[in-house]
């Protein structure tokens, strides 16, 4: 039972829940999504393993069936629900949808999410990235988990050779085209260097919201 503020969210809230119980085999998340006045537009839960698709969360498959059933991309003026704090993916198919309000369950400690971005920022500059900077940052942060996917395939000795050569190329090209004055840049530059210099004992970074020390969030 939840009182106050949050009471008002616990109905659609528990649909969003009855969505995860429709996951079966796969991570439970549900979503629901309602209009103005308060009806459910769409609903949605995870298929990622039961439908072989990456893209099958929760949330995009309940803005698919929402934009369908409206015949528009557009679901501005909507709420959605989801039982847990969207990736990054989804955040942004709900940027895309113009989604007007998001309300989330669980906060997901492991995957790279905006809160994660947001943390990030607060813990290097004190201040919560807004508008364009938010942007910025999560546009960083998703580079730097870029990067370090590429370490992580060219480190991983099950990797086929052909395409460990052309992920070194790229990452000798990252490092080239490093800029010394962002952190973000300086950052990476060091990592690709330590990666380099010792391929075999190269150590791929723990796949967390933000390598520690990240300077995410701080203008360049
Ligand atoms: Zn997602």
Redesign the pocket.
């Known amino acids: 039972m939840v009182t106050g503020y949050l009471a008002g969210f616990e109905p659609a809230m528990r649909e969003a829940l009855a969505e995860a119980a429709r996951c079966g085999a796969d991570v439970p998340?549900g979503a629901v999504v309602l209009d103005q006045a308060g009806q459910i537009i769409g609903r949605g839960h995870n298929q990622r393993e039961s439908g072989a698709d990456p893209t099958a969360?929760?949330?995009?498959l309940l803005l698919r069936e929402a934009a369908q059933r409206f015949g528009a991309w557009r679901l501005g003026d909507a709420t959605l629900y989801v039982t847990k704090e969207?990736?990054?993916?989804?955040?942004g198919?709900m940027i895309a949808a113009r989604i007007k309000r998001l309300v989330y369950g669980a906060r997901d400690p492991k995957n790279l999410t905006l809160e994660a971005v947001i943390d990030g920022a607060l813990a290097t500059t004190g201040t919560a990235p807004r508008g364009a900077g938010l942007v910025q940052a999560v546009q960083r942060a998703v580079y730097v988990r870029t990067v370090e996917a590429l370490l992580t395939l060219a480190a991983d000795k099950s990797t086929a050779s052909e395409v460990r050569a052309v992920t070194q190329a790229k990452l000798v090209e990252i490092r080239r085209r490093a800029d010394s004055r962002s952190a973000t840049d300086a950052y990476l530059a060091h990592r690709i260097d330590l990666y380099l210099s010792d391929p075999a004992k190269f150590a791929p970074a723990e796949p967390i919201e933000a390598p520690p020390g990240m300077p995410i969030g701080e203008d360049e």
């Open positions: 998340v969360h929760a949330e995009m969207p990736c990054l993916m989804c955040a198919a």
